[in-house]
Every structure is written in structure tokens, then in C-alpha cells.
């Protein structure tokens, strides 16, 4: 069972509550959790990040984490898998071996970004990590906030966590636009801004917004999406009928 947490693409954030079910189904299923956890701890909600490491006495947990969005260094490539399972579980039926022995003829991270590793994880301040998290909880608020005068998209969740929102389609709203990756070519030619169509995740006419990016571009991505949807607005809704 594999779950992401905080999660890309919607930007929830899941419970201690939801975890520690997720772990009992597991357990009744005889299966492990692929916990993918690289947006861990980059949350600004109500809801605390909790690692599912922590249900490892559950059922066997592999935590996957990397350097490149809490510490903000995506082009460096460098992650780890952190293994939780106190019952040996994975041990005993040689998963750790399997996958000790893939590692051995993977692709390492450049060797440079290895010898970094334990300076950055060691002595990253923790004014570095607010400073960040104050950030995307700006740029989140105002991203929800302007979606809701956008009619033709709907966000039906605020986002608590990583640096994306997903957000409904209505395409009855609009004339011209068959679907989402539809919409995504047309707003990129006309507006300049570039969003992710919700099919390439498995979601279709739906489409992904990041907000990790400063809050004056933000307002005017969301501003040139407003005109753009202005535009391609069915004609008999302009008229009131």
C-alpha cells in the first residue's frame, strides 16, 4: 500500500487518526506501507504531519525521504528510505536484502551531494524551515483565496500541506474547452501561465496549482487565469440566462 503524505497532488495532510487505520489494514492484509514522505513537515494547517514510521509495530513501514522539497534543492536528487518494522517482518523475508541489493546497481547522487548530506541535515537552522513554511502559508491562503472569485474552477479542499492544490474543472461554465489538457494548452498560449492538467495524475478535468512560488507572480498567474476564463465564459451566462 503506498500513501504520500503530505500529499502531491491536493495538498492534504492525513491524521494520526487516518494513519493508524491505514497501518491496521495493512496489518489485516499482510502487506507493507510505502510511506512517501518528501513533503514531510512542510505543513501549515491545523493538522500535524505525523511519519508513518511510527505504526511500524503495526505493519512493516518503508519511509521514503529526500532533500529536495523541505530543504528546497530539487535538481540535487538525493533521497533515502528509512525502514520501521520492529517485528523484522521485512528482514526475515529478505525485502531488506532485495532491496539493499538494488541500491548496489542503482545510480548513486553525485558524490558531492552525498559528502553534504550530513552538514545540511546536522546544521540546517530551524529558522530555515519557518522561514519556508511561512511562505507557502501565505502563498496557500492566497491561492484559496482568489480561486473562490474564479467560477469556472472550484477548490473543494484548502490545501494544509506540500505546495499544490488540485481544483474542479466546470467545464459547463465555459465555451470552446473540451477538457482539462485542453484548457491547460489554451491558458498557456493565450496567458503565459502554466498549470498541470489533472489527466496526467489520473484525474481528469481537474488541474493542479502550485503556489510555491512568490506571492506578487501568484497574484498575476491567478489574475491572467480570471481574464482567461472572462474570456472563454459561455455567452448565454454573461446574459443572465
Same mark, same amino acid.
Given at each position: 500500500?503506498?500513501?504520500?503524505?503530505?500529499?502531491?497532488?491536493?495538498?492534504?495532510?492525513?491524521?494520526?487518526?487516518?494513519?493508524?487505520? *491505514?497501518? =491496521?489494514?495493512?496489518?489485516?492484509?499482510?502487506?507493507?506501507?510505502?510511506?512517501?514522505?518528501?513533503?514531510?513537515?512542510?505543513? %501549515?494547517?491545523?493538522?500535524? /504531519? *505525523?511519519?508513518?514510521?511510527?505504526?511500524?509495530?503495526?505493519?512493516?513501514?518503508?519511509? !521514503?525521504?529526500?532533500?529536495?522539497?523541505?530543504? #528546497?534543492?530539487?535538481?540535487? +536528487?538525493?533521497?533515502?528510505?528509512?525502514?520501521?518494522?520492529?517485528?523484522? #517482518?521485512?528482514?526475515?523475508?529478505?525485502?531488506?536484502?532485495? #532491496?539493499?541489493? /538494488?541500491?548496489? #546497481?542503482?545510480?548513486?547522487?553525485?558524490?558531492? *551531494?552525498?559528502?553534504?548530506?550530513?552538514?545540511? $541535515? =546536522?546544521?540546517?537552522?530551524?529558522?530555515? /524551515?519557518?522561514?519556508?513554511?511561512?511562505?507557502?502559508?501565505?502563498?496557500?491562503?492566497?491561492?484559496? +483565496?482568489?480561486?473562490? @472569485?474564479?467560477?469556472?474552477?472550484?477548490?473543494?479542499?484548502?490545501?494544509?500541506?506540500?505546495? %499544490?492544490?488540485? *481544483?474542479?474543472?466546470? $467545464?459547463? $461554465? &465555459?465555451?470552446?474547452?473540451?477538457? @482539462? !489538457?485542453? %484548457?491547460?494548452?489554451? &491558458?498557456?498560449?493565450? =496567458?503565459?501561465?502554466?498549470?498541470?492538467?489533472?489527466?496526467? $495524475?489520473?484525474?481528469?478535468?481537474?488541474?493542479?496549482?502550485? /503556489?510555491?512560488? @512568490?506571492?506578487?507572480?501568484?497574484? @498575476?498567474?491567478?489574475?491572467?487565469?480570471?481574464?482567461f476564463c472572462r474570456r472563454h465564459k459561455k455567452k448565454n451566462l454573461l446574459n443572465g440566462h
Amino acid at each position: 500500500m503506498v500513501i504520500i503524505n503530505p500529499n502531491n497532488p491536493c495538498g492534504s495532510v492525513y491524521t494520526h487518526e487516518h494513519l493508524a487505520k *491505514v497501518a =491496521e489494514v495493512a496489518r489485516k492484509l499482510g502487506i507493507l506501507v510505502i510511506a512517501d514522505e518528501v513533503y514531510g513537515n512542510l505543513v %501549515f494547517g491545523d493538522t500535524p /504531519f *505525523v511519519p508513518m514510521g511510527v505504526f511500524g509495530h503495526i505493519a512493516p513501514v518503508l519511509s !521514503i525521504g529526500s532533500l529536495s522539497k523541505r530543504w #528546497i534543492v530539487p535538481g540535487w +536528487r538525493l533521497g533515502w528510505v528509512a525502514v520501521c518494522d520492529p517485528n523484522k #517482518i521485512l528482514l526475515n523475508t529478505k525485502i531488506i536484502a532485495s #532491496i539493499t541489493n /538494488f541500491l548496489n #546497481i542503482s545510480t548513486d547522487p553525485a558524490t558531492f *551531494v552525498q559528502g553534504a548530506l550530513p552538514h545540511i $541535515l =546536522e546544521n540546517t537552522k530551524e529558522d530555515f /524551515f519557518k522561514r519556508i513554511i511561512g511562505l507557502l502559508a501565505e502563498t496557500s491562503e492566497i491561492c484559496y +483565496r482568489e480561486i473562490k @472569485d474564479i467560477k469556472c474552477i472550484t477548490c473543494p479542499h484548502k490545501p494544509e500541506g506540500s505546495m %499544490f492544490v488540485m *481544483v474542479k474543472l466546470n $467545464l459547463y $461554465l &465555459l465555451e470552446g474547452i473540451n477538457d @482539462d !489538457i485542453d %484548457f491547460c494548452c489554451k &491558458l498557456a498560449k493565450e =496567458e503565459s501561465v502554466i498549470l498541470c492538467p489533472g489527466s496526467v $495524475l489520473g484525474m481528469e478535468n481537474w488541474i493542479r496549482i502550485t /503556489f510555491a512560488i @512568490d506571492s506578487s507572480s501568484l497574484l @498575476d498567474g491567478l489574475e491572467r487565469i480570471k481574464s482567461f476564463c472572462r474570456r472563454h465564459k459561455k455567452k448565454n451566462l454573461l446574459n443572465g440566462h
